[in-house]
């Protein structure tokens, strides 16, 4: 028996909630990598560790609270516990790998496509996982070609994503960078569900187990949002990563190639002539003097 399947059953309430959770963290990941590869290599880890969680966490927020708006009319959907915390590490770690490999490697083209095939396939992961913590009374089947696509959405959105963050330096061209993710992610999200479809069991079987989404999803999504917040907090005290401009009052001047990090920049001591430059004259000596 074919099941009646409703991605959105409270309307565009989820979708919309979905789309700002991954389009905040989008936002604050590009800009911690982006402060990355303009900062010292002690405080490198640091941002590029931020930047993974806040993507990670914005990611998996929206996949979550799109799946709270999934219903399946014949039958009660329930979650497994720790098949959904798996999924939030799957996506926190795999978009760490990919953000790592081009903070420390720059925009070149081979840790783009290396870092951005990483995190794509880490954001895919992290949806079909989470799929697979459902618990019906039933089963669900996979269109294959639409799940392919939703793979290749999510792919080249990660890679756009880490070129942005390493290229664009401007908090306006920085901030419609992370819009265009939001899309992208909720794009792959619903991308992917319109390849489910559910088969239901012939009898009717007993309640199936885990929680509903509303006893579990609500409370774990209280987490990641927390984070979420503190992170945009920490943001908005650096001035960097508001403005995008190189640190010019510490003495410090941006390099303009991608993905590299600042160099120190030489005082000019006074008193010192550049070479090549003449020396002051001597007084003038009158006409024919000696």
Known sequence: ????????????????AGY???CLGGALGLRCTTRSVRTGRSFKPGWLALGA?????????MHFIAMMGFSVAETQVNYDRPTTFASLAVAIVMTGIGIFIVGYRGATRMALVTGGTITGLGVATMHYLGMAAMRLDGRVEYNTLIVALSVVIAVVAATTALWAAVSIHG?????????????AASGMHYTGMAAVSVHLHTAPGPAPPGDSAAALLAPM???????????????????LLVTGEPERRTGVAGDSRPGVPAASRQPRQRGR??????????PRQGRGGR
Do not use: C, K
């Not at 969680?53 to 927020?61: L, P």
């Not at 002539?273 to 004259?281: D, H, K, L, N, S």
């Open 53 to 61: 969680a806040s993507i990670g966490s914005g990611i998996w927020t």
């Open 1 to 16: 028996m074919q099941g009646t399947v409703d991605g959105f059953s409270y309307g565009l309430v989820t979708p919309v």
């Open 20 to 22: 700002v959770m991954a």
């Open 273 to 282: 002539e550049p070479a090549g430059r003449a020396v002051g004259r001597g």
């Open 171 to 183: 908090f306006p061209a920085s901030l419609g960078a992370s819009l265009v993710m939001g899309v």
């Open 221 to 239: 999504l209280i987490g990641p949002a927390v984070f979420l917040l503190l992170a945009g907090v920490v943001v908005m005290f650096d001035p």
